[in-house]
């Protein structure tokens, strides 16, 4: 299992860019190594500059991708042990610890060029319901890095927050809650993938399993973080055309974050056997 796959809703992005990076030394990075083609078009050369670039921080994701990758790298291992989650929390911490630098203008700047430029490679609708694996590198390449700078924002606010009752990040509390849950549903399956919509798991056998809306629904920093999200996409636009390619509408998107009371328990412990059996798996699903 590579620990840095696992993801939410929210969280998309993260493995989306992910997927296409991390078997990569980026200070010995080419577009060319990154895309795997032995000339890169107009639009793989823009996705590549707008990685790459340090002129401010509005890719949110991809800077926290380097904090984790840069947090792991210091540890010296060549792999991250299954179910690890300790270079994911503290890439967050590092990542939280930096200041931020951008605003709406700039960030609509970079996401608006890479719809121009890469309208082509962003003109077909993806099914982020399959195995990752399944998806080409381009694809994750061009739609992540657009995500990365249109969520860019919002995707700051989140990692970064805390509740007033707590001092861990909400966004470590869920991850730590997915990982835990794909650990007793797979039982410990070395190779898991989650599907790029949060909505199920991959084993290395090639089985599929249902995630249940209410792993991230019970935590209630969750439905903070979600309306961060929701705020922004209904004052910033994406082109129309593209928002159907990656969200099918702007209403089912903020429905697919959106928690309602049958998404919630409140008796059910997050990691009891009985809770994670296979039966309650599937009949959990949303």
């Not at 039982?187 to 809306?213: A, H, Q, W």
Request: hydrophobic share 35%; aromatic share 14%; net charge neutral.
């Amino acid at each position: 299992m590579k620990a840095l796959n696992f993801l939410f809703p929210i969280l998309i992005v993260f493995a989306v860019v992910v997927r296409a990076t991390e078997d990569y030394d980026e200070k010995n990075l080419t577009c060319e190594k990154l895309f795997n083609v032995s000339s890169c078009s107009d639009c793989q050369k823009l996705i590549f500059h707008d990685i790459k670039q340090d002129e401010n921080d509005c890719p949110a994701p991809i800077r926290f991708i380097k904090e984790v990758v840069k947090v792991f790298k210091e540890s010296g291992k060549e792999k991250a042990e299954p179910y690890n989650t300790t270079y994911f929390k503290k890439g967050l911490e590092s990542y939280c610890d930096q200041p931020f630098n951008c605003d709406p203008r700039t960030a609509e700047k970079y996401w608006t060029e890479i719809e121009h430029v890469c309208a082509k490679e962003l003109s077909y609708k993806v099914d982020w319901s399959v195995d990752p694996s399944k998806i080409d590198r381009n694809t994750f390449l061009v739609f992540g890095t657009l995500l990365s700078y249109y969520f860019g924002i919002p995707a700051n606010h989140a990692y970064c927050y805390k509740s007033s009752n707590s001092d861990e990040f909400c966004m470590a509390k869920i991850y730590e809650n997915m990982v835990e849950y794909v650990k007793k549903a797979t039982n410990e399956d070395p190779k898991p993938v989650v599907s790029l919509d949060y909505k199920y798991i991959f084993k290395s056998d090639g089985t599929k399993i249902p995630i249940p809306k209410k792993l991230h629904c019970d935590e209630k920093c969750y439905e903070t973080i979600a309306e961060m999200y929701k705020s922004w996409i209904k004052h910033y636009k994406l082109s129309p055309k593209v928002a159907e390619n990656i969200f099918g509408s702007e209403d089912g998107f903020i429905k697919y974050l959106s928690c309602k009371a049958d998404d919630k328990r409140d008796v059910i412990r997050r990691a009891s056997d009985s809770y994670l059996s296979p039966l309650r798996l599937h009949s959990l699903i949303n």
